[in-house]
């Protein structure tokens, strides 16, 4: 039994058996050229020095392709010569020569594959084939000249086109010529045009001509779907899409353009007959049926059938209705797709491409909303320029009063609910379905939130249905998993709705309460976001009691505090929680603005920085906030600077003492607990604030009682750091202390040195530089001693 290695292994023998031929045959032309060598004379021409043997040069085209351009160019040159002959030489022959030229020369060129095929000369008897068909074209053009001038030209283009798509045809499927490429794919070009000047022919107008090209398409994808893989489906896909995709235009022009229903009706059944040819093809194509069109070709098909048709059925609603309904029927008719999903059979590519189709009509529902929502949300903040101006006549009107109002747009709080209703029931995916659920709270509170503007209801009943939709949003996002998300439309509806309240003065307070105490409700589970929050809202409400009790704004910061002081005690309440930071920030930055507030007024600043001072503390008390004591500190200070300012007070030493007493008793204090701490971190900023502020001031000081004061204190320091063997007081309370007995000395310098002759300062100088140089090394020696002497203290 003989053994039939597989394709691959006998492949492989193939070509390791070739491979050792390629090598004995090199074995033996490498040895018949020795051969030859020897045998010739010894005596060869002189070569040229530094010329190699040119190496054999590569074709720069192989032979197949050399062949096909040659044949394509023999081809294009007989076809010109034909055109040349038909309309130049045509008119010197009679009918007969005609006739008999053009048939002898045409039968010549259609038989003349057949042999060439018998021979394999495949590509030659295409060209052939082609020159063939090409005359048949100019064999129909030269009839119509001769033997058929009074016909009009449309009619004659649909016979002839019939006939030359039937004779390429039928040419194309003969024993044979079968196997020729061409014929059946130039039928197929050829068919797509008596339809369409039988339409012209015709007078059938734009819906003629337009369900001439839809049909020819339709035609085509039934080739495109029934035929075996080749160049006649290709072709076939190419023309389908081409014919179609015009078809499609032309009828989404007439259906936009329609004067009424009946040709909005015409319109829409050329589109209900593109897409059920679109429907059918993706259908043919998911069932696997064939490979044409893939899984991507059918989704996309499946996807443009659904937009045609309710593009179809759509228009023809717009040219009965108004204007005003024109989105709400596109979205009921998307919605009407998602019944693909309860037929069982379905093809999942087309089922896909379905669901596509509607949730795109959805999508640009919800686009055609956007407006309106953008202008109920952001009118309202022109009222921060007119605020308590008055009334205004209607909720539309509210949020209009810098905007203008969309257009058609009476029925979209309708779109924006049917969308919210859809999310929430069709959904059904158990990872999908949380996040639809969220989509579709988002989407109903924009459907309330715009109802009041869109109805132009009063203006109090537009305050109530905002904040109904903001207290819904935050009930939302207080019992869903996803709260972050959810209270983002919670957050806009309140913004919206406390710049919507500034019209009138009790509009604005009782809106800042109602939103104080909503977001400090629903501080209970999601703190991080609503507690802080309520703190913003609590702020705005206290300046604007301020401002409508006709408070200063000095007198409104002491309403704005009470903020502060009820974050740092919600943050002391509060233990481990995520809300403790954003409550204490918008603490700190309702304090800042109470501040800002009291700085036109001296003494209510300096209450402010106080009361400021004393909530800092309060919160420096928690082991995790200790630091804040400096903070709090530092408020003390200010507090009272600006209080002696306040009251004319001048004196530095009423400005340094405050801070400099207590910050050296904090040092002494910081020194028992920890008892390697250095004394210029502990002594040393106290004595600068106190010390230095006075020297400076006692420099311009004309009387006596502040430098000897000042000498006396810097004395007391020096001995105390003496005793304690501490550097800070020591130095700084001598340095002081030397500096301030120079300014008492210097006038009687002054007056000693303008005794002197002029040479006796330089003298001194060079009397003291020669001592020195003298016993430099007994300086420095002393310098050793004083810095061993500074080093042990502290």
């Known amino acids: 039994m003989t053994h039939i290695p597989p394709p691959a292994e006998e492949l492989r023998l193939l070509d390791a058996e070739l491979w050792q031929l390629d090598a004995r045959r090199a074995q033996l032309l490498a040895r018949r050229a020795w051969l030859v060598a020897a045998l010739q004379p010894k005596w060869q021409a002189p070569q040229p020095t530094g010329q190699r043997p040119a190496a054999p040069v590569r074709p720069e085209a192989s032979a197949p392709s050399v062949q096909n351009v040659l044949l394509v160019l023999g081809g294009v040159l007989l076809t010109v010569a034909a055109m040349v ?34 021979r394999g000369l495949r590509s030659t008897a295409e ?10 074209v100019l064999d129909a053009v030269a009839l119509h000249g001769a033997v058929f001038p009074e016909s009009a030209g449309a009619p004659y283009t649909a016979v002839a086109s019939t006939l030359l798509a039937g004779l390429w045809t039928a040419y ?35 819906y003629g001509l337009t369900a001439a090209l839809l049909v020819t398409a339709g035609f085509d994808t039934v080739v495109a779907l029934r035929t075996s893989p080749g160049p006649l489906r290709v072709v076939a896909v190419i023309v389908a899409y081409g014919v179609g995709a015009w078809g499609v235009l032309a009828a989404g022009w007439l259906t936009w353009s329609a004067s009424g229903p009946s040709a909005a009706a015409r319109a829409a059944a050329l589109l209900l007959l593109a897409s059920a040819i679109a429907l059918s093809a993706a259908w043919q194509g998911s069932r696997g049926a064939t490979r044409v069109p893939g899984e991507e070709q059918s989704l996309g098909l499946s996807l443009t059938a659904g937009l045609l048709a309710v593009a179809a059925l759509g228009g023809v609603a717009r040219s009965a209705l108004p204007e005003v309904w024109t989105v709400p029927v596109h979205l009921a008719l998307g919605i009407a797709l998602l ?35 953008g202008v109920v949300v952001l009118g309202p903040l022109s009222w921060a320029s007119q605020a308590w101006t008055g009334t205004p006549p209607d909720a539309r009107a509210a949020v209009t009063s810098h905007l203008t109002w969309p257009p058609y747009s009476g029925t979209a709080p309708l779109v924006l609910a049917a969308l919210a209703g859809v999310l929430a029931l069709a959904v059904r995916d158990t990872t999908w379905r949380p996040r639809a659920r969220t989509a579709a709270l988002g989407l109903a509170w924009g459907a309330l939130l715009v109802v009041p503007a869109v109805l132009e209801l009063p203006y109090s009943v537009g305050l109530l249905l905002q904040g109904a939709a903001t207290a819904g949003a935050l009930a939302a996002a207080v019992l869903l998993s996803s709260r972050t998300v959810a209270l983002v439309p919670a957050l806009v509806a309140s913004v919206s709705l406390a710049f919507l309240s500034l019209a009138t003065r009790p509009a604005t307070l009782t809106t800042l309460c109602v939103l104080v105490v909503l977001f400090a409700a629903a501080s209970w589970r999601a703190a991080a976001v609503t507690a802080p929050t309520a703190l913003r809202y609590a702020v705005a409400l206290a300046c604007a009691t301020g401002a409508a009790a006709d408070w200063s704004a000095p007198h409104t910061a ?18 481990d929680s995520p809300a403790i930071l954003p409550i204490e920030l918008t603490g700190a930055a309702a304090a800042l603005l109470a501040i800002a507030l009291a700085t036109t007024e001296l003494p209510m600043l300096a209450l402010v920085l106080a009361l400021c001072a004393v909530i800092t503390a309060g919160t420096a008390i928690r082991e995790d906030r200790r630091s804040l004591g400096y903070a709090a500190a530092a408020l003390f200070l200010l507090a009272t600077w600006v209080r002696l300012a306040a009251w004319d007070v001048e004196v530095v030493e009423a400005y340094t003492l405050p801070a400099g007493v207590p910050a050296m008793l904090i040092g002494a204090l910081r020194r028992r607990q920890v008892p ?78 303008d005794a002197l002759p002029h040479w006796v300062p330089p003298a001194l100088a060079g009397l003291l530089l020669l001592g020195l140089g003298a016993t430099y090394e007994r300086r420095l020696r002393d310098a050793r001693k004083l810095r061993h002497f500074l080093g042990t203290l502290h």
């Open 85 to 118: 002959f038909t309309l130049v030489s045509w008119g010197h022959l009679g009918i007969t020569g005609r006739a008999l030229v053009l048939g002898a020369v045409t039968v010549a060129a259609l038989a003349a594959p057949l042999p060439l095929l018998r």
């Open 127 to 136: 060209s052939v084939a082609g020159l063939g068909l090409a005359l048949t």
């Open 172 to 206: 194309g499927l003969l024993p044979r010529v079968c196997e020729l490429r061409l014929p059946r794919p130039a039928g197929l070009v050829a068919a797509q045009l008596p339809l369409f000047f039988w339409a012209i022919a015709a007078d059938a107008g734009s």
């Open 339 to 373: 019944a693909v999903l309860l037929p069982s059979g379905l093809p999942e590519t087309v089922r896909r491409g379905l669901l596509w189709a509607s949730g795109a009509v959805q999508a640009l529902s919800l686009l055609w909303t956007l407006p309106v929502v």
């Open 558 to 575: 002491l309403l704005v505090l009470t903020v502060p002081a009820a974050a740092a005690l919600l943050a002391w309440r509060l233990t």
């Open 676 to 753: 390697g701490t250095s004394s210029w971190t502990a002594y040393a900023p106290g004595l600068t604030a106190t010390l230095i502020p006075s020297l400076v001031a006692a420099w311009d000081d004309p009387h006596w009682t502040r430098p000897l004061l000042l000498g006396l204190a810097a004395l007391l320091v020096t001995l105390a750091g003496a005793r304690r063997h501490l550097q800070a007081p020591l130095l700084l309370g001598g340095a002081v202390l030397v500096l301030d007995a120079l300014h008492e000395l210097a006038p009687y310098l002054v007056q000693v040195t």
